[in-house]
């Protein structure tokens, strides 16, 4: 067997491997519909998909404490433990009209279908009908294929019936799925530590930011916050700088002619917000393009130019729904590391080239050593030619090629202007995060009429790229909090150093040495409070702080420093001047 044959089937099983459990994901969710309808048949059935590790079911007229839980699961185990048969069957929509006048959800859900609904029954093993659900499946054929101590339901949630919080608020019942128990166990206890490092939780105790009722989904940075963020700036603009970018900054609110221009206002309009000025309609900008667009507009340029690169660091607020808002992950504000490249078509391998090298430098720099690529084709909504989309995804597929990056094929969800890569980083736990993305766009130029002048002084369209590295800055650094669990290397952390003085005559002393540290451009705090020192050394681990140090008589005295590091309890003795190289260092290089 060759290579390449061995490889085919290997990617095959792969797939055949997923396929497999999002199908028992998906058997599960229907049989958790079974159970919750044995032990409370007077509940009205929602839908029930398979999702990333896991399955769902939302229920009306049902209302259940998280101690409820194991008694569902116990009746689920029961189901599966019976070895019932999954039987598929379709009927006109007339009769499953009739059929489905108790379950007003499904009822609505029916509406829509354009062909015959189809239904999935449960078989006892004597061939009798114990559960029905309208469904389009797949499910496997018969719950013994489903391992009863593989899945947990872990979570109860609200949820508006269709994602619209003009509906009503159903019941969600959250279940876990694995391959095996092993798996399963594996799964439960990332869990386990994903809780510890939840970035709201993390980000209450170091005090780096908030959310308010005043403001739902509109994070507020606290000062300590606020250090991490313009850190994490400070270098982007160094990097950007080094790379040949120019820094622009666009207005938040701009007219509805630019969205319509754009394609925003016919494929995105869902997703903005919306203003009057001077009886004019106006949107708050959902994406920082146009505006960049708009500046690009203002000279006229040449081929000489090119590659024009353009970043912008540029706030964009998005229309969200309250019931998916998620701390930072999930936000109605968020700033975007928008880039802009105009290229000649000749320039785009080069040009998306040395942004794929960028996006993987600034990932090892913040510690994502494993990125996964994906290539993301045409969507169903899109503006363009199938001619445009043909030539801007067959690039995209050479220039992959030709650097030897492995990628897969997301086929559908592309931008609404063209094709894109978009790049998922792995945390400490595991878990991806798609952050980075680059998108190949011929259309824009064209709707936005944007031109430069050719060798022969002729005008023509220029490509354009856009891109981002870290994505959204306040779901970045979420992510980066649980990464770190909280323990933030020293150049982004908001205090490097902390200075605990034994008793009141070390305080002088204390502030002193703490000024010094200042003057070498290095955050110190003095935890001057007249708590006992252990509980100062307690306060300082749980915030994380990466130095402490610790004043008494002896380090009055001595020319050297007692030196305490995170993480350990031995302490080390360092001059003042070798404790600062070392810091200084330690943040230029971003150890």
């Not at 050719?454 to 800055?473: A, I, N, Y």
Request: with cysteine; net charge positive; proline share 4%.
């Amino acid at each position: 067997m060759s290579r390449a044959t061995l490889k085919s089937r290997k990617q095959e099983n792969k797939k055949t491997r997923i396929s497999s459990i999002e199908t028992k994901r998906h058997s599960l969710s229907h049989v958790l519909a079974q159970a919750v309808k044995n032990l409370y048949p007077k509940v009205k059935l929602g839908i029930g998909p398979a999702i990333e590790n896991g399955f769902y079911y939302d229920f009306d007229n049902l209302k259940l404490a998280p101690e409820d839980l194991p008694k569902i699961q116990k009746e689920m185990q029961k189901i599966i433990n019976q070895g019932q048969k999954f039987e598929k069957f379709e009927m006109s929509k007339a009769e499953a009209k009739k059929m489905l006048k108790s379950e007003p959800y499904k009822l609505d859900l029916l509406k829509e279908l354009k062909e015959k609904p189809s239904f999935y029954k449960n078989l006892d093993t004597n061939g009798n009908k114990t559960f029905v659900d309208m469904c389009s499946g797949p499910h496997i054929e018969s719950t013994k294929e489903l391992a009863a101590d593989s899945f947990k339901l872990n979570r109860l949630a609200g949820a508006y019936w269709r994602g619209d919080e003009k509906n009503k608020m159903l019941t969600r019942i959250y279940g876990i799925a694995m391959e095996n128990k092993s798996e399963l166990k594996k799964y439960l206890e990332m869990l386990v530590e994903a809780e510890k490092r939840d970035h709201r939780k993390i980000g209450a105790q170091q005090d780096l930011f908030s959310f308010h009722e005043e403001g739902p989904g509109f994070p507020f940075w606290h000062a300590k916050g606020w250090i991490i963020w313009n850190e994490i700036v400070k270098y982007w603009r160094e990097v950007h700088r080094r790379e040949g970018y120019t820094e622009v900054n666009t207005p938040i609110i701009l007219s509805r002619t630019l969205w319509e221009k754009s394609g925003h206002w016919e494929h995105y309009k869902e997703n903005m917000y919306f203003t009057k000025i001077d009886e004019m309609d106006y949107a708050i900008k959902p994406m920082n393009c146009p505006g960049g667009v708009l500046v690009y507009k203002n000279s006229l340029h040449s081929y000489k130019e090119f590659p024009l690169k353009v970043a912008e660091l540029g706030l964009v607020h998005r229309h969200e729904l309250s019931g998916v808002l998620h701390g930072l992950f999930r936000v109605r504000s968020l700033t975007q590391d928008d880039a802009h490249i105009y290229c000649l078509p000749d320039q785009i391998e080069e040009e998306v080239g040395r942004v794929i090298d960028l996006i993987q430098e600034i990932y090892k720099v913040f510690g994502f050593k494993k990125v996964k690529i994906e290539l993301s084709t045409r969507p169903d909504n899109r503006m363009g030619s199938d001619k445009i989309w043909d030539k801007a995804e067959l690039a995209l597929k050479k220039i992959l090629q030709g650097k030897k990056v492995k990628y897969q094929l997301n086929e559908g969800d592309g931008a609404f202007y063209g094709p894109k890569i978009d790049f998922h980083i792995t945390d400490s736990l595991d878990r991806t995060w798609q952050c980075g993305t680059i998108q190949l766009d011929f259309a824009m130029p064209e709707t936005l009429d944007i031109e430069y002048v050719d060798e022969q002084g002729k005008k023509k369209r220029p490509v354009m790229l856009h891109r981002t590295v870290l994505g959204s800055f306040e779901r970045f650094i979420g992510i980066l909090i649980e990464h770190y669990a909280g323990a933030f290397p020293l150049w982004l952390s908001p205090v490097q150093i902390t200075i605990i003085p034994v008793g009141a005559d070390h305080k002088n002393f204390s502030h002193k040495l703490a000024d010094e540290f200042r003057k070498n451009d290095l955050r110190v705090e003095v935890e001057d409070t007249n708590e006992t020192v252990g509980n100062k050394i307690r306060k300082a681990e749980k915030m994380k702080i990466p130095y402490m140090l610790v004043i008494g008589d002896k380090e009055m005295q001595s020319e050297d420093l007692n030196v305490r590091l995170r993480g350990e309890k031995a302490v080390k003795k360092m001059s003042k001047e070798k404790f600062v190289e070392r810091m200084r260092e330690e943040v230029e290089q971003k150890k």
